[in-house]
């Protein structure tokens, strides 16, 4: 599953929202990915995130601090 639709279904899950977005452009890995909802657009908790497609041993790791898309979920 491709992090985008991990993402947007941890929106739907927590915020009945479907659309996930970078808040910041691309370059930024952490605190970039945010839920969008009217009237505020949470931060996306990636180790929730992974959590919620992996199970409760996942957990979120970025690759590059500088890539928003590489971010990955690994267990423990």
């Known amino acids: 599953?491709?992090?985008?639709?991990?993402?947007?279904?941890?929106?739907?899950?927590?915020?009945?929202?479907?659309?996930?977005?970078?808040?910041?452009?691309?370059?930024?890995?952490?605190?970039n990915w945010e839920c969008r909802r009217r009237g505020e657009d949470p931060l996306i908790d990636?180790?929730?995130?992974?959590?919620g497609r992996y199970g409760s041993a996942a957990f979120?790791?970025?690759s590059n601090r500088d890539d928003a898309f590489s971010w990955h979920c690994f267990r423990r």
Do not use: D, P, S, V
């Open 1 to 31: 599953m491709g992090l985008w639709q991990m993402l947007r279904e941890y929106c739907e899950r927590t915020y009945r929202t479907n659309e996930a977005q970078l808040r910041h452009g691309t370059g930024q890995a952490e605190n």
């Open 46 to 51: 990636m180790n929730a995130a992974c959590r």
């Open 60 to 62: 979120a790791q970025f």
